[in-house]
């Protein structure tokens, strides 16, 4: 995923040299987008296609990569020791109705 540093907008699915407009929309600063690949202008420039198929700038002044893949897993509340002993001695899992 990228975010906006500034205003933007999103360019045809095929116009990689960025000569039709913003045919996508255009966009407010912080917006995210979720990136599916990279296609190249013929000057070799970087255009960032998103999951709708519009194309975006690549250019580090315009978007900035987020890491929206952290997962942080939650503490145990007891060790595997400590369940096993509250499990053996009937103090977890029995319902008592």
Known sequence: ???????????????????????????????????????????????????????LPANRSLVKQINTNTVSKPKPKYTNQQMAKKVYNGEYGNDPY
């Open 1 to 55: 995923m990228v975010q906006l540093l500034k205003d933007d907008g999103l360019f045809g699915k095929n116009d990689t040299e960025f000569k039709g407009g913003y045919v996508g929309g255009t966009y407010k600063k912080g917006t995210q987008f979720r990136i599916v690949g990279i296609k190249y202008s013929k000057a070799g420039y970087p255009r960032l296609i998103t999951e709708s198929g519009y194309l």
